[in-house]
């Protein structure tokens, strides 16, 4: 597998990214420690599922693979969930131009 | 026109199937309903084997917007045809238009249904399985008896005329038309396809409109201006041979309504279902409109059926009557009106037409956006 | 060393992994005909029905042709009907012409000239066996690895896909195009957000500018429906397998395609070069439609990484399943071919890479995949749609 796996539990692509990937069910509370980083889910996250290893502020880009995959639409604390509910893709927005908006790149 | 007996139903009545609602049905078959393509052979295969009717068909993933939205709510009125006693929908787990969904509201709508999706029975083999089980419960859920003393004005006839020839133009066209005038006279409803029709002829088409519909009528010969036809050949017919001769199936009634593609008719009298020419994706837009039987006027002899409602072919070409005499079930050339009005009410009462007597069914949906 | 397999060598040289006879429908009327002939006939007669209207708008039309006409090319087809009702604008005559170019036997049904559903029923199956006599004919011989196109597809995509099964067919592909071979993806809405890394793999500007161009087309199609993507990419499924944005799943998705130079980049349905390297081709990300194109290119065989346990197949090339997630390995297993979720246990890109390629070897030298023998044969046109149309010059080409 590409990238370091977080204390058997969760997957970081590469060293810039902002995101691991859990590669189990984690539960709330669930401490992850080891290659230099220290944090504790504040929620439960399903496998394949996203986990927020810095904090973000809304409009933060979100970095997975060492590439952008979209930005923060809420404060995002590190242990928290990152999904839909709290980050959104900046491409393929036919809404936002409809709605006669910029679209960001 | 056939040779068969005429319909025991005495007084012009038929024995149909009363629903819930109060709609007749003039088959009484399971559906099973695959919301998406990935699930179609499986949903096939589970017909198959429990003798239901299925409608297999490309859709349901990768959609955005509106061409979503119409598969979707097509899906979900198919199951509200009166028709089908009850729907086992059937999904594979991850698609768009989620077969959970569609099971919901139908169930919401108080139709019977049942749902099994492939990745929640743990592959393809296990719902086929839990297919079938579904539809044996279903069964004997929905167990309804034929009754008696339905009569036309029961109905819900749809039209789709595949052309505009000569034959059709001259002698199929108006014994539909007289068929539409007496079902409507009855008190029955009539729904056309044929968008590409009407869209070619708006100035007359608002003509021909009740009060109540001018609306519907507006937004939708807006939505159709500039766009190209998806019956190419019978949208550019329909604008040089004129509104009378690309409309006269239609008979005398105005419109009452326009029904987007997928959408349950509502209004009573005649209906536009915006729909193409084209049968396959037209008799699916009528079936979910509520269509119990459909009319299909075709030059060329189109021969295949529907899955959920049967199909009468009618054709007044000469050549197409020498070459498929066991697929047209009316020669326009000899029948009158009163004929075909005969055909549907034998058809309604259980007579299979050709295309169901040779048991082969399509089925297609219109599209409006491109896959992604 | 180069790889070997056993296949069908074709009279243009190509060679089919699969010996099938091919019922091609030229319209939606004709379908129903092609399929119940081929019912009847058995395993080895493979129809393609489709949902195209007997008219349609001319590049749509084009395309239709483009797609029937391949696959009735696919060196895995060892002779075709092509099927009509009589009526279509494409007609069967100049379809069976761009099919019998390849050198096969090709025949053609008109449902009117032989009388109807039940005679052309009864007539087909005579030429289906008749052709498949004649198909029959060819045996299994020596060919290279570098005589297989190799498609590369995902479907039902979750977390997994991008970490595990996308990488692992990656380096599959990376092996066929060391031994000489072509490989091919694609579903162009999946390259939204990681095109800046496909561009650097472009051997030239060209492909370059092409490539982004088409991406540019395909974003383009959320405004024209002014839409967010998201409504149909990420799907549902990929959702609720960890998916949250287009850029994510492309970024996984693009891994799928190895780490070669990008030598070219197809059309839809524009036939493959063999020993051409890696050559993504613009499709829809609609896994049964961008299969087909891909198989109506000339690919033998499909690799189709399914995270969340998509079951498709395909009539005319066998599909392998290659899924990443470790419960849809254990929930799903009549339905997948290869294990690549050992990845997340620690097993390497390489010895999975290693396994799939092994696998497609196998199956193009005879083995059947699991879909192959659940029949799942699922089978689409992509249509270009009038609202693509709308306000485009006549005529114009592929039409996006």
Not at chain 1, 33 to 41: H, K, N, P, Q, V
Request: net charge negative.
């Amino acid at each position: 597998m590409k990238g370091v796996v977080l204390d058997d539990v969760a997957l970081l692509m590469a060293e810039s990214d902002t995101v691991a990937t859990a590669i189990d069910d984690l539960d709330d509370g669930r401490r992850i420690a080891g290659e230099g980083r220290d944090l504790s889910l504040s929620e439960d996250v399903p496998f394949g599922h996203k986990i927020a290893l810095v904090a973000h502020d809304p409009g933060d880009e979100v970095r997975k693979y060492g590439e952008v995959i979209g930005r923060a639409t809420d404060p995002i604390a590190p242990g928290e969930w990152v999904h839909t509910h709290n980050c959104e893709s900046t491409r393929g927005r036919g809404d936002l131009a409809a709605a006669g908006e910029e679209v960001a790149e | 026109m056939s040779a068969d007996s005429p319909s025991e139903a005495a007084a012009g009545d038929f024995e149909g199937y009363r629903r819930s609602d109060g709609r007749v049905g003039v088959r009484n078959d399971v559906l099973v309903l695959p919301s998406v393509i990935c699930s179609h052979l499986v949903a096939e295969e589970i017909a198959e084997r429990a003798g239901a009717v299925a409608t297999p068909h490309d859709h349901g993933c990768a959609q955005l917007g509106a061409d979503n939205d119409q598969t979707e709510r097509t899906l979900v009125s198919l199951g509200e045809n009166p028709n089908v006693a009850g729907t086992v929908v059937v999904g594979l787990g991850c698609e768009e238009v989620q077969s959970d969904a569609v099971a919901a509201a139908l169930d919401e709508r108080g139709f019977p249904v049942r749902e099994v999706a492939i990745q929640d029975a743990g592959g393809t083999d296990a719902c086929i399985d839990a297919g079938v089980a579904a539809v044996d419960d279903l069964r004997a859920e929905t167990d309804a008896a034929s009754v008696g003393g339905a009569s036309l004005g029961d109905l819900t006839v749809g039209v789709v005329v595949d052309d505009l020839a000569e034959s059709t133009v001259e002698r199929a066209n108006p014994l539909v038309a007289g068929l539409a005038d007496r079902v409507l006279d009855a008190g029955g409803r009539v729904l056309v396809a044929g968008n590409e029709r009407y869209a070619a002829h708006p100035m007359e088409t608002r003509a021909r409109v009740k009060r109540s519909a001018e609306s519907a009528v507006d937004a939708f010969l807006e939505r159709h201006r500039d766009l190209p036809a998806r019956a190419t050949r019978v949208s550019a017919d329909a604008r040089e041979a004129g509104f009378d001769a690309a409309t006269g199936f239609a008979g005398d009634h105005p419109l009452a309504d326009v029904v987007a593609y997928g959408e349950r008719a509502e209004a009573d009298g005649l209906s536009l279902v915006d729909a193409p020419s084209r049968f396959e994706e037209a008799a699916t837009g009528l079936a979910a409109a509520g269509a119990n039987l459909v009319v299909h006027v075709t030059a060329d002899g189109v021969p295949a059926g529907h899955p959920i409602v049967p199909v009468l072919k009618v054709s007044g070409d000469a050549d197409t009557l020498a070459a498929l005499p066991d697929d047209i079930d009316v020669d326009a050339r000899e029948a009158d009106a009163a004929d075909l009005v005969d055909a549907v009410r034998d058809v309604a009462d259980g007579r299979k037409t050709r295309a169901e007597a040779h048991g082969l069914t399509e089925f297609a949906l219109t599209r409006v956006g491109p896959s992604m | 060393m180069v790889k070997t397999f056993e296949g069908y060598r074709r009279a243009n040289g190509r060679v089919g992994v699969r010996n099938h006879v091919a019922v091609v429908p030229t319209s939606v009327a004709a379908s129903s005909v092609a399929r119940g002939v081929a019912d009847e006939a058995g395993a080895w007669a493979k129809a393609t029905p489709h949902q195209m209207g007997t008219t349609q708008p001319d590049a749509t039309r084009e395309q239709t042709a483009r797609v029937l006409a391949g696959i009735g090319r696919n060196p895995n087809v060892g002779a075709a009907l092509v099927v009509e009702l009589g009526t279509e604008d494409i007609d069967a005559e100049s379809l069976a012409d761009r099919i019998a170019e390849t050198g096969k036997a090709v025949e053609t049904l008109s449902i009117r000239e032989t009388g109807g559903t039940r005679a052309a029923l009864a007539r087909g199956r005579e030429i289906v066996a008749g052709l498949n006599d004649e198909a029959r004919e060819a045996r299994r011989e020596g060919a290279d690895a570098s005589e297989l196109i190799f498609a590369a597809e995902c479907g039902g995509s979750d977390a997994t896909s991008g970490i595990a099964a996308n990488p692992a067919v990656g380096n599959a592909c990376d092996r066929l195009v060391a031994d000489g071979g072509t490989a091919s993806f694609s579903e162009t809405p999946e390259f939204i957000g990681a095109e800046h890394i496909l561009a650097e793999r472009c051997a030239d500007d060209d492909v370059r500018e092409r490539l982004l161009e088409r991406v540019a087309d395909r974003e383009g199609m959320a405004d024209m429906m002014g839409v967010d993507l998201r409504g149909a990419q990420p799907t549902p499924g990929n959702q609720e397998g960890g998916l949250t944005t287009i850029e994510e799943k492309s970024l996984g998705a693009i891994a799928k395609g190895g780490t070669t130079p990008i030598e070219g980049f197809a059309e839809f349905a524009e036939e493959l070069p063999v020993g051409g390297g890696l050559v993504p081709m613009d499709t829809p990300g609609y896994d049964v439609e961008s299969v087909v194109g891909k198989v109506a290119a000339g690919a033998q065989v499909v690799a189709f990484t399914t995270g969340r346990g998509s079951t498709t197949g395909n009539p005319i090339a066998p599909v392998i399943k290659v899924t990443g997630n470790p419960k849809t390995w254990d929930r799903m297993a009549n339905n997948m071919d290869v294990n690549a979720s050992t990845v997340i246990d620690g097993e390497s890109i390489e010895s999975v890479g290693e396994r799939v390629y092994e696998t497609l070897l196998a199956v193009a030298g005879g083995e059947r995949t699991e879909a192959e023998r659940r029949g799942l044969e699922e089978f689409a046109v992509n249509e270009v749609q009038p609202q693509e149309l709308r306000g485009a010059s006549a005529g114009a080409g592929a039409g996006r």
